[in-house]
Every structure is written in structure tokens, then in C-alpha cells.
């Protein structure tokens, strides 16, 4: 069984910073893709950014040159670190391991909220 632990996250002002952290534990293939979807109150949830065991990032053009996505195989765990926040980036984060045919998991989510 594979578990996502999430942490970090919160109310911060425009043009702060904020860090999320996801741990997985459990039965982990080498090949997967770790990364973070957000979903806002009435909105579909969107893809922002992914990491390859390798290191290779990928990113959403909403969030490009802000957030940056990192990881630490040792310890399974992805981290984005969130830069000039705005009240649009306000969302629930959910962080993912893709391990292909082995499945899809996911973290339980933290709400982020960007407001003065």
C-alpha cells in the first residue's frame, strides 16, 4: 500500500511564500513521476507541475518562473516551493506518485490561500 502525507500550505498575503512537502511511504517502483495538481472552489483540477525520478520538471504556464517543484528520492518526497503568490493561485494542492501500471496515488490535499 502506497500513503501520501502532505504538509505545509496556509494563508499567506500576495507576493508571499509558501512550501508544500509530500512523503510517500509503501511500496514505491523506481520509475514514477511525482507532482502537484491544485483544484479552486468551482474549478477542474489542474496539472502545475511534475518531476521525474531523474530530476526532469515540467510546468504550467500559471505558475512558471514562480513555483518551483524539487524532489529527494532518498526520502520519497516532493516538495514545491511557491513564490509571489497571488490571490488567484488560492486553491487546494494535491500532490501525485505516478508509477504507470503500478497506479496513481494521491496526497489528501492542503488548502492554500493567497488574501490580505
Known amino acids: 500500500q502506497v500513503q501520501l502525507v502532505e504538509s505545509g500550505g496556509g494563508l499567506v498575503q500576495p507576493g508571499g511564500s509558501l512550501r508544500l512537502s509530500c512523503a510517500a511511504s509503501?511500496?514505491?517502483?523506481?520509475?514514477?513521476?511525482m507532482g502537484w495538481y491544485r483544484q479552486a472552489p468551482g474549478k477542474q483540477r489542474e496539472l502545475i507541475a511534475a518531476i521525474t525520478k531523474a530530476g526532469s520538471t515540467s510546468y504550467a504556464d500559471s505558475v512558471k518562473g514562480r513555483f518551483t517543484i524539487s524532489r529527494d528520492n532518498a526520502k520519497n518526497t516532493v516538495y514545491l516551493q511557491m513564490n509571489s503568490l497571488k490571490p488567484e493561485d488560492t486553491a487546494v494542492y494535491y500532490c501525485?506518485?505516478?508509477?504507470?501500471?503500478?497506479?496513481?496515488?494521491w496526497g489528501q490535499g492542503k488548502q492554500v490561500t493567497v488574501s490580505s
Open positions: 509503501g511500496s514505491i517502483f523506481n520509475n514514477n513521476v
Open positions: 501525485y506518485l505516478n508509477m504507470g501500471t503500478q497506479g496513481k496515488y
